[in-house]
């Protein structure tokens, strides 16, 4: 697994509709919700469902608390968790909020940060949203979206949004 660089480039984003069969009735529209939603959403978020792939190719899912920062999401974990062992074996993985009503998933790839500035950077920010520090021991991981899928419940026809990013 790779450790991030601190300086992250801005990527490039198409946006769509989500690939879904036609029986859902979405179609093509001038307008799409605004990543600011999504953004919103992920910064207010108390918990966040991650989704990693056991060695044996069964899913593991498990809520961990986390930080929306500077367009990706970190989480710490134990290094010897179902979680991290999975994600050492195959980094990548899906979020989604807890929300069925107002939904964002990610996919993405997580990647080990070992930069000490960002782990205090994401250490304050757990202690203000969580109020305790992130574990010291913890592995620290950051996920920037590669996809991201955003509907409401009650607009989903007229709401639903996919966001590729690329670079």
């Not at 060695?55 to 979680?83: C, E, M, Q």
């Not at 998933?105 to 080990?112: D, F, K, N, S, Y």
């Not at 991201?148 to 949004?161: M, N, S």
Request: charged content about 25%.
């Amino acid at each position: 697994m790779g450790k991030i660089s601190t300086a992250t480039p801005k990527p490039s984003v198409a946006v769509g509709l989500p690939h879904l069969p036609s029986h859902y009735g979405l179609k093509p529209r001038k307008q799409y919700l605004p990543w600011e939603h999504a953004e919103s959403r992920l910064a207010k978020s108390r918990n966040y469902w991650i989704c990693t792939t056991r060695p044996d190719g069964r899913p593991h899912s498990i809520p961990v608390w986390g930080s929306w920062t500077d367009g990706a999401l970190y989480f710490g974990t134990a290094r010897t968790s179902r979680k991290a062992l999975n994600l050492a074996r195959n980094p990548a993985l899906s979020v989604h909020l807890e929300s069925g009503d107002d939904v964002v998933i990610l996919e993405g790839t997580a990647v080990e940060v070992s930069d000490p500035a960002t782990f205090r950077k994401i250490d304050k920010a757990y202690r203000a949203k969580y109020k305790t520090p992130l574990h010291p021991e913890a592995v620290l991981y950051c996920v920037h979206p590669r996809l991201a899928l955003a509907w409401t419940e009650k607009g989903f026809i007229t709401d639903a949004t996919r966001w590729e990013f690329r670079g």
